[in-house]
Structure formats: C-alpha cells, structure tokens
C-alpha cells in the first residue's frame, strides 16, 4: 500500500512539473523552417563551404597580378650605395667621380618609392590546383544539400516520435482510468462479499504498473520534445505539441525508386575525385616551367615621401626547377595513390548506399505487412475485453483474466501506433536515400 502511494505521489508530481512548463503547438513545417533558419549542423556545413569557396578564390592568383608598394629611406656612407644613391636620384656630378669621393664619401640619404608588380603568364600546375579547388568547393555545396536533406529526414522522425508518445500517454490515461474503474467496482465488490481480497491486490498491482508505464511515457513525451528544441536551436526547451495527430501517410512512388548518382552525396563524392584527379595533374605540371613578367616603377630623392628622380623596369621571366632532390617525384606518386583511393571510396560508398536501400525497401514492406496485422490484433483485443468485461460483471469470468485482456489491449494499441511510425519513417527513409 505504502509503494502504491508512492507511485502516486510521483505521479502527481511529475504530472505538476509537465503543466507547470509552457505546452506549444507547433506543426512540422514550422519545425523544419526552424531547423532550416538556426540548425547548428547546417551552420557548420555552411562554413565549410565559405572556406572551400575560400580557397578557390585563392586560385585566382593564377590569373591576376601582384602588385605591392614600399617606401625605403636609408642612410649610408658605403661607397657603392653612396655613387648607386647618386645615380638614381640623379645627383650625380663629374666631382663625384675623384677616388677620395668615391673611396670615402660622405654620408648621403636616400628615400626610395617602388611601385611592383608580378604578373603570372603560364604556370599549369597553378590552372590545375585552381580546378581542383573549385570541385572541391562544389562538393561542399552539395554535402551542405545533402546537409538539409538529412536533418529533413530527422524533423520527420521526431516529429513523428512526438506523435507517437502523444498517443502512447492517450492511451495509458485511458487504460489507468478503466483500471481505476475496475479498482472502484472491485472494491465495492469486495465491500459486499462479492470478491475476495486477492481480486483487490491483483487490480491495485495493475493499476500501479499501468501509472508507472503512463510516467514513463511522459518521460518519453519529454525527451521527444526536448529533441525538437535540440534540431530548431531553441535552448527554452519548451513541451511542444503536434498540431496534428499520427495517421498512416499516404503511399508515394518513391518506395520503388533506385540509387541515384545525381544525389548530392553520391555527387559530393564524384566531385572529390575529381579535385584528386586535378591535384595529381597539377604534380605532374610542376615538372614544367613557368612563365611570369614583371616590372616596378621607382622615385627616388634625399627627402622623405619625394620623387624628384623615377625610373621604371619590367621584364619576362622563365623558370624550371629542374631537380628539387625528389620531392615532386614522392608528390605525384601520393596524389596518384590518392586517387585510385577517392575511387575506391566512390565506388565502395555506392554500393553500400544500394544495400541500405534494399534493406530500406524490406522494411517498408515489412512494416507494411505489421500494420495490418497489428490493426486486426487491436480490434480482436478490444472486442475481447468487451467480452471480458461484460462477463466479469455477470460473475462468468475471474478478475485476472479482466486484467490481462486490458493489458493486452493497451499493447496492442501501442504496437500498432508504433507500426504506423514505423511504416511512415520507411517511407520517409526511402524518400532521403532516393531523392536526386
């Protein structure tokens, strides 16, 4: 008796706990919006991309000049440095040239303004690591796709989930209020010699297992809640309530659909590959020369920030690095290993993507199958406990047998809202792995 009421007081608490926090209806387009606009993994994918989409732009010094600007002001009594001083702010005078001036000059400054620039001409090895940064930013763009469409998937489970323990607490409140009739109607029994005391215990210990599953399925209805807030980023961690119920959804055409190399995984990793391809070709051109022109234009004076004396260079430069002790060699051979890696990978992440989806195909069909055996098993308990129960009234059947008709109807209630979950989540698991 002591432990019955203990369970009630639990109950009641935690029953106060659950009203006291704010219940919002929310539908799931309203979730998947949330998920799309705060998710913290899209956020992530996201920033992945903007740092792949960071170094392509990089690449773009394959093209474009660089261009620098400096400003020197020295001070010297060097003897070349003096006359070169001289000489480029045009100073120079015939005196200049007696030995003693040029041996031991006198200290002169100098303050130079150069303007650089440095402008790729040819360089293959640099065209090819810029393509394979762009396949590699492409494919960030798709597994931010693939990103949403996984997380897609997961609003539909939980939501469904949500559903599913709304109705598993709809149908332990029902099945604790019958027990509790059941209590009152074997008490008055009991009060009138009807029954004995062990009918009494047996209906209390039911009606106790009974509020115990009902708390645990709040508990559930919690943790499905708080799941929700988890994917939309809302740290409240509010209950939310589906504004719809769980039904069985209808059939789509997706359930016999096929693998896809268009889906953007499947892309993503066909796009990896080629960015190998890319990066061993771009090894293999570094064995070529490269071709760059440059040029600078350049003030000179004895002032700072003046130019009274310019001059200007600009020039075409060829340059093979021949032999840098096998180090390129070692480069093409794990670039060319990496390769036939990222093919393999390609070609092992297809064939697993189809065997999870023969899988995923039986077990929509399998769900297909429970759902209306377990549908016919909860209309065959109900009609039975009405017949149970009417029995008992009349004095036909024994309070055990009452009790474990109302037990097996309350589980297969629950088995057959689980299998509609089931069933829905197989067709929406189908849809994820065969969306294009």
């Known amino acids: 008796m002591k432990k019955h009421i203990f369970y009630l007081l639990v109950l009641f608490t935690f029953t ?37 989409k960071g170094d392509y732009r990089q690449t773009n010094a394959v093209f474009l000049p660089n261009i620098t600007a400096s400003h020197t002001g020295i001070a010297t009594t060097n003897p070349l440095m003096a006359f070169g001083s001289k000489l480029n702010q045009e100073i120079l005078a015939s005196n200049d040239f007696n030995p003693s001036v040029l041996n031991n000059p006198s ?15 040819l360089n293959l090895d640099g065209f090819f690591q ?13 597994k931010t796709a693939r990103t949403s469409d ?11 989930e949500l559903q599913l323990a709304y109705k598993a607490v709809a149908v332990l409140e029902k099945a604790l209020e019958a027990a509790q009739a059941n209590k009152n109607f074997i008490a008055n029994s009991f009060t009138q010699g009807y029954v004995q005391r062990t009918d009494v215990l047996q209906v209390e210990v ?43 959804n209808a059939l789509n055409s997706n359930t016999s659909k096929n693998i896809s190399k268009n889906r953007s995984d499947i892309k993503a990793m066909q796009l990896a590959t080629n960015a190998y391809e890319a990066m061993n070709k771009a090894d293999k051109m570094a064995f070529l020369p490269r071709l760059n022109a440059f040029g600078s234009f350049e003030l000179y004076d004895d002032e700072i920030f003046q130019g009274d ?5 600009f020039g075409a430069q060829i340059q093979w690095d021949i032999f840098k002790g096998s180090k390129r060699f070692g480069k093409v051979q794990k670039s060319t290993a990496e390769v036939q890696k990222s093919k393999l990978e390609y070609k092992q992440y297809v064939s697993q993507s189809n065997l999870e989806l023969n899988k995923a195909k039986r077990a929509f069909t399998d769900a297909e199958n429970k759902l209306k055996l377990t549908s016919l098993a909860m209309e065959q308990s109900e009609e039975s406990l009405r017949i149970f129960s009417n029995r008992f009234k009349e004095g036909l059947e024994k309070t055990s047998d009452v009790l474990l008709a109302e037990t097996k109807y309350a589980q297969k209630q629950l088995a057959y809202y689980q299998t509609i979950f089931e069933y829905n989540y197989a067709q929406a698991y189908l849809q994820f792995l065969t969306k294009e």
Request: aromatic share 8%; no cysteine.
């Open 150 to 160: 996984y997380l897609a998937l997961e609003v539909d489970k939980s939501y469904m």
């Open 130 to 142: 810029r393509k394979a940064a762009k396949s590699t930013m492409e494919a960030m763009l798709l």
């Open 16 to 52: 106060l706990s659950v009203q006291s926090q704010d219940v919002i209806p929310i539908s799931k387009t309203e979730v998947l919006v949330k998920v799309t606009d705060k998710n913290t993994s899209i956020k992530i994918s996201e920033e992945d991309f903007n740092a792949a």
């Open 107 to 121: 200290q002169i400054e100098n303050f130079a303004t150069k303007f650089e620039i440095q402008q790729p001409l």
């Open 206 to 248: 039911h009606m106790t297992e009974v509020q115990n599953q009902l708390q645990q399925a709040k508990s559930n209805l919690q943790n499905a809640s708080n799941y929700l807030s988890y994917l939309m980023n809302d740290e409240t961690y509010v209950i939310y309530q589906p504004s719809d119920s769980l039904s069985i």
């Open 309 to 313: 004396a310019k001059g200007y260079l």
